[in-house]
Structure formats: structure tokens, C-alpha cells
């Protein structure tokens, strides 16, 4: 009876090593797309009212928890019994999230009367305590949500991929402990990004001059760090993407790859990102070009 018990407990640790283990690696290789999800998700609440904050953080969290809960069985399902179907759904979610970049850059450049006014009405609902503003932010969480479900099917694909081979129990386990991990952390920096400016407020109002100081250069800084973000999450946008149909070509992607190690870390990798940024924008147009012409189409009918 020992025996079996310390057998067992030793299964367990060699389980949770192992789980441990590919727990790290998973979370090594997804951390571009951490990056990419937190630029993201940072401008998505952008421009919302002070108070709101936290909650509209909070309600997109619970999205992504959401997100997570279908992913995760999904994936296991798929990479049982249909593991030929990841490719192509990767590659589904690589070219919406090229169409959702070349439409934020198409609605922002070409139609600039209506990208004026709304951001002009969401100032306003911002600014107006009588208007209902959890029903103006509906939309932008369920866009972020939407967003962070591409993202997600990503981060769970590529841990998928990390675990491929490991008894069942240890590919549930990592792939629930990244969908968790990532989840915290995303949204525990986003929280703290959109509360620099109340943090630099608090510390402008103190009364040694150190901290005065350091309250104001925060409050200066914060507006640059959420443009700059904004920035960085539409081009997050064409470099996952594009990344995503790079390497859902294999001949395609091993050529990159290859070119990258010849060509060394620094120009390999900022080349590899070029050519994904450059694929990520050319899919995205000819998907939004499609989507317009559908449009009009059914306008016309």
C-alpha cells in the first residue's frame, strides 16, 4: 500500500514537472502575441470615462475568460480528432485580423467626417453624465472581445502545438495554466496602463516636490503612452496576421525563417516582421476590398 502511494505521488510530480516545464516554454513562444494583445486591448479602452474604467477592463476580461473556456476544449477536440483543421482556422483568424486593421485604417483616412464624428459623440457621452454610457461602450467591448478571440485562438494554438504528444491530463493542464496566465496578465497591465493618470494626479497633489514632480511627468506621459499604443495595436494587427498566413504557407514560412537565421538576428528579425507587416496589409485590403463589394452588392439588391 506505501509502495502504490509513493508510486502515485511520484507520477504526480513527474506530471506537474512536466506540465511546469512545458508551461514555460508555451508561455516563451506565445510572448509576442502577450505583447501584441496587451497593445491591443490598451487601445481598445482608450477614451473611456475615468470611472469606467476598471469595469469596461473587467467586462472585457471576462470576454477573453469566455473566449478561453470554448478555446480550450476546442482545441483538444481539434487536435484529437481534426488536427489537419488548425492551419486553416489560424489562418481564417490571421486574415480578419489583417481586415479589421485596414478597416480601422480605411474608416479613419478615407472617411474622415464620420471617423470625426464618432469620435465627437463618444467625447460627448464621455463628457455627459446624462448620457447612458455602458451602452455607448457596448461596442468597443464586444470589439475588443472579438479581437481577443483571434488572439487567443492563437496563443491556445501555439501552446497546442508545444504540447502535441503529452498525455491528455498534461496537455489540459498547460494549456489551461497559459489561457490563465495570460489572461491575468494581459488585463492586470492593461488595468494599470489606463490608471497611470489617476496615478500621476495623486502623486502631482502630494506634498514633496519629488513626488509633485514625478505625478506631472506621469500625467504628461500618459496621453503618448495610449496614442502610442493605439499605434502599436493596429500594427499588431498586420504583423500577427500576416505572421499567421506566412507561416500557415509552410514553404513560405521555412524561407523566411531560413533567410532569418542567414541573415542575422537584428536584420532577420526586423526583415521577417517587414514581410509579415507587408502580407498582413496587402491580405487585409483584398479582404476589405471583398467585404465592400459584398456590401454594395446587397445595397444594390
Not at 516563451?28 to 497593445?39: F, Q, R
Not at 464618432?118 to 461596442?139: L, Q, Y
Request: glycine share 12%; charged share 15%.
Amino acid at each position: 500500500m506505501a509502495t502504490s502511494l509513493l508510486l502515485l505521488l511520484d507520477d504526480i510530480a513527474t506530471v506537474l514537472d512536466d506540465v511546469s516545464i512545458l508551461t514555460k516554454l508555451a508561455a516563451k513562444k506565445t510572448a509576442g502575441v502577450l505583447g501584441d494583445d496587451l497593445a491591443l486591448n490598451a487601445q481598445q479602452v482608450s477614451g473611456v470615462k475615468a470611472e469606467r474604467e476598471l469595469p469596461v477592463v473587467w467586462a472585457v476580461c471576462k470576454g477573453s475568460l469566455i473566449n478561453k473556456a470554448i478555446l480550450v476544449p476546442a482545441a483538444l477536440a481539434i487536435g484529437t480528432w481534426l488536427p489537419w483543421l488548425v492551419t486553416p482556422l489560424l489562418m481564417i483568424g490571421g486574415a480578419f485580423l489583417c481586415f479589421e486593421g485596414c478597416e480601422k485604417l480605411a474608416h479613419k483616412f478615407l472617411h474622415k467626417e464620420e471617423h470625426a464624428a464618432e469620435v465627437s459623440k463618444h467625447e460627448r457621452a464621455v463628457a455627459d453624465p446624462a448620457i447612458d454610457v455602458v451602452a455607448v461602450e457596448k461596442d468597443k467591448i464586444k470589439g475588443a472581445v472579438r479581437t481577443d478571440f483571434i488572439l487567443s485562438a492563437e496563443i491556445i494554438a501555439i501552446t497546442l502545438g508545444t504540447v502535441q504528444g503529452q498525455p491528455f491530463v498534461t496537455q489540459l493542464s498547460v494549456l489551461i495554466g497559459i489561457a490563465l496566465l495570460m489572461t491575468v496578465g494581459v488585463y492586470g497591465l492593461v488595468a494599470g496602463i489606463v490608471k497611470l493618470d489617476d496615478a500621476g494626479l495623486h502623486l502631482s497633489q502630494r506634498g514633496d516636490a519629488g513626488s509633485r514632480a514625478l505625478g506631472r511627468a506621469i500625467l504628461a506621459a500618459a496621453p503618448w503612452l495610449m496614442k502610442g499604443l493605439s499605434v502599436a495595436g493596429t500594427a499588431a494587427m498586420f504583423l500577427v496576421g500576416g505572421g499567421i498566413l506566412v507561416h500557415g504557407v509552410p514553404a513560405l514560412g521555412h524561407a523566411v525563417e531560413a533567410w532569418a537565421v542567414d541573415a542575422g538576428s537584428l536584420v532577420g528579425g526586423l526583415g521577417s516582421m517587414g514581410l509579415n507587416a507587408g502580407v498582413g496589409i496587402v491580405a487585409g485590403a483584398i479582404v476589405l476590398g471583398v467585404v465592400e463589394l459584398v456590401k454594395k452588392a446587397f445595397k444594390k439588391r
